[in-house]
């Protein structure tokens, strides 16, 4: 299974990014989908993640009700919709592949390479 993130980049606080992650290798419906992002010098950090129906949705407690993870299993495609970003949501971020829905970075499998985004204030 091979993930590959896009979509970062450098907004001001304030502003929204998409990221998006394709996956392929393996069945994707299968797969519950996680992003979490690690800043410098931080722990790995849990953002939100997607069963692999796309029923069922969880959020850390940082961007909720500002991020908005959804998934097109035709399109082997999971993405994150970033609104009201702040300065601190300045990371890398990384979408994962899991055999289960969690919100810990040891229960997925599957990593992408991850995507740098940029908060300015």
């Known amino acids: 299974v091979q993930l590959q993130a896009s979509g970062g980049g450098l907004v001001q606080a304030g502003g929204s990014l998409r990221l998006s992650c394709t996956v392929s290798?393996?069945?994707?419906?299968?797969?519950?989908m996680g992003w979490f992002r690690q800043a410098p010098g931080k722990e790995r950090e849990f953002v939100a993640g997607?069963?692999?129906?796309?029923?069922?949705?969880l959020y850390g407690d940082s961007v909720k009700g500002r991020f908005t993870v959804s998934r097109v299993n035709a399109k082997n495609t999971v993405d994150l919709q970033m609104n009201s970003l702040k300065p601190e949501d300045t990371a890398v971020y990384y979408c994962?592949?899991?055999?289960?829905?969690?919100?810990?970075?040891?229960?997925?499998?599957?990593w992408g390479q991850g995507t740098q985004v940029t908060v300015s204030s």
């Open positions: 290798g393996g069945t994707f419906s299968t797969y519950p």
């Open positions: 997607i069963s692999g129906t796309g029923h069922y949705t």
């Open positions: 994962a592949a899991s055999s289960r829905f969690g919100g810990t970075s040891a229960e997925y499998d599957y």
